[in-house]
């Protein structure tokens, strides 16, 4: 894998990096982690292999700072970063693969360059960590292989909510909710929206979906393989309920969801990236995050304003979703949650 990192001082870091596929089947993970907000804490939970359902095995405020809000593994350390909205910090783990038991790594908490990070992603082959810093804009840090130790290569300036990849790596997208932009990092900043909290790319690389959170629609973009610059589809928006949060895309790339109190869902044209309904959505599952575990066959999500975190299973033919649990929260005001 390599890298090289530019872009102007103020301006978004432009990233470049060639990724190498493992070819391996995806498995069911067998933890969830779930940064627990207001009560600075993780939480983490058993996944059971046959029915996908939740059991608690973890609560602890271990090395949490305050408002620990997004969250990213490195499944080949295993290791967990938390980010810490209020601190300014990410705090770093080491996972007992066994157990779920958590461990701080040396070094932890690191501190961000920007301000208020967010959301967080890993990019796949575990060598950088990509933090959204509302003020600072994406940061990346790149990641020790043995020790799990951060260095930051710095912020890329604006403004980041949440962040997505292109498959092959070469593109960064940025949802920049404050100045309502949709970025590809160091390449291009695109308008047109009111609000934007979330994009998810298909797994073809072909297209990207952004939420316009004001605009309670979903923008849909083909991408450019070789410059990753954005071109708006024909029909581009399609409408969802109000405040449109997060979306999450199918790994078949079949499917889109989105969340903002109920989960709308979407079959994807594989020739043109349109969308139209899910027969029988919108359904229960959650207000403001969704995430599909890697086989495909679960959606995971939490009510924020019911302190809630669902499982729903996933028609592999419709793409209709079926609630199968509900767990209380208790308060903790979470926003993000990760697999493992």
């Known amino acids: ?25 995806p498995t069911l993970p067998h933890f969830l982690y779930l940064p627990l907000g207001s009560t600075n804490g993780i939480a983490a939970y058993s996944i059971d292999q046959s029915t996908g359902m939740l059991t608690n095995v ?70 950088l960590l990509y933090v959204a810093d509302v003020y600072g804009g994406p940061e990346t840090f790149g990641i020790n292989q043995s020790t799990g130790a951060l260095t930051s290569y710095g912020a890329g300036g604006g403004s980041a909510f949440s962040l997505s990849l292109s498959p092959s790596g070469n593109f960064l997208f940025v949802s920049d909710f404050l100045d309502s932009y949709l970025i590809v990092s160091g390449v291009q900043t695109l308008g047109g929206f009111s609000g934007t909290t979330g994009n998810a790319v298909d797994p ?3 297209f990207l979906y ?26 581009l928006a399609w409408p969802t309920g109000n405040n449109p949060w997060q979306i999450a895309m199918h790994p078949s790339g079949k499917f ?14 594989s020739g043109t990236g349109a969308l139209t309904p899910i027969t029988g959505s919108p359904w229960p599952g959650g207000d ?12 995971y999500g ?20 079926t609630l199968i649990q ?3 929260l208790f308060w903790f005001q979470p926003q993000t949650f990760t697999f493992y």
């Open 58 to 127: 973890l609560t602890t405020g271990l090395g949490v700072g305050n408002n620990p809000w997004g969250a990213a593994i490195v499944p080949s350390g295993p290791f967990l970063y938390v980010t810490n909205r209020n601190s300014n910090t990410v705090s770093g783990y080491t996972i007992n693969s066994s157990t779920g038991d958590l461990t701080v790594l040396p070094g932890s908490p690191w501190s961000t360059s920007g301000g208020t990070p967010q959301y967080a992603m890993v990019n796949p082959a575990g060598t």
């Open 1 to 25: 894998m390599t890298a090289s990192i530019s872009g102007a001082a103020g301006s978004p870091t432009s990233l470049t990096f060639t990724e190498t596929s493992t070819g391996r089947a």
């Open 256 to 269: 889109l969801y989105v969340v903002n109190g109920s989960v709308w869902g979407y079959n994807i044209d």
């Open 210 to 235: 952004a939420t316009d959170f004001y605009g309670n629609a979903i923008h849909g973009f083909t991408i450019d393989p070789s410059t990753g610059i954005l071109t708006p589809m024909p029909a």
């Open 326 to 328: 509900s767990t209380s």
């Open 288 to 299: 403001t995050y969704i995430q599909i575990e890697p086989t495909g066959t679960y959606l």
């Open 204 to 206: 073809t690389g072909r």
């Open 302 to 321: 939490f009510y924020n304003s019911y302190e809630s975190l669902t499982v729903s299973t996933i028609n592999p033919t419709t793409g209709a979703l």
